[in-house]
């Protein structure tokens, strides 16, 4: 059992950064892929970003390449989700995942352990 705790959230005005972090209860985060989603009122949960478990390859959902970046430290059981750029369409609550895999998905429902969530505001 992993237990995943996110913060950095807030409220931000447009063009703002934010950096979420990902902290694993346990020493293993290194055997899991890692995922980052969203979810916005009234809206399915979306792929943020994902970072494989050994080769740290990323990807990232379309609506937020080029402005948001997955980072892992392995040594701290942490992930990072770097934000900059923001709109007012990314306000949403961002949840951490681990799929325990080789390589990330896109689909939330392949994941094994969740965190609890961690809201994002953006002002326009």
């Known amino acids: 059992q992993v237990a995943l705790v996110e913060s950095g959230g807030g409220l931000v005005q447009a063009g703002g950064s934010l950096r979420l972090s990902c902290v694993a209860s346990a020493r293993t985060l290194i055997t899991y892929a890692m995922g980052w989603f969203r979810q916005a009122p009234g809206k399915e949960r979306e792929f943020v970003a994902g970072i494989s478990r050994s080769t740290g390859s990323t990807g990232y959902g379309d609506s937020v390449k080029g402005r948001f970046t997955i980072s892992r430290d392995n040594a701290k059981n942490t992930v990072y989700l770097q934000m900059n750029s923001l709109k007012p369409e990314d306000a949403a609550v961002y949840y951490c995942?681990?799929?325990?895999?080789?390589?990330?998905?896109?689909?939330?429902?392949?994941?094994?352990?969740w965190g609890q969530g961690t809201q994002v505001t953006v002002s326009a």
């Open positions: 995942a681990a799929l325990r895999r080789v390589t990330f998905t896109t689909n939330p429902n392949d994941y094994d352990y």
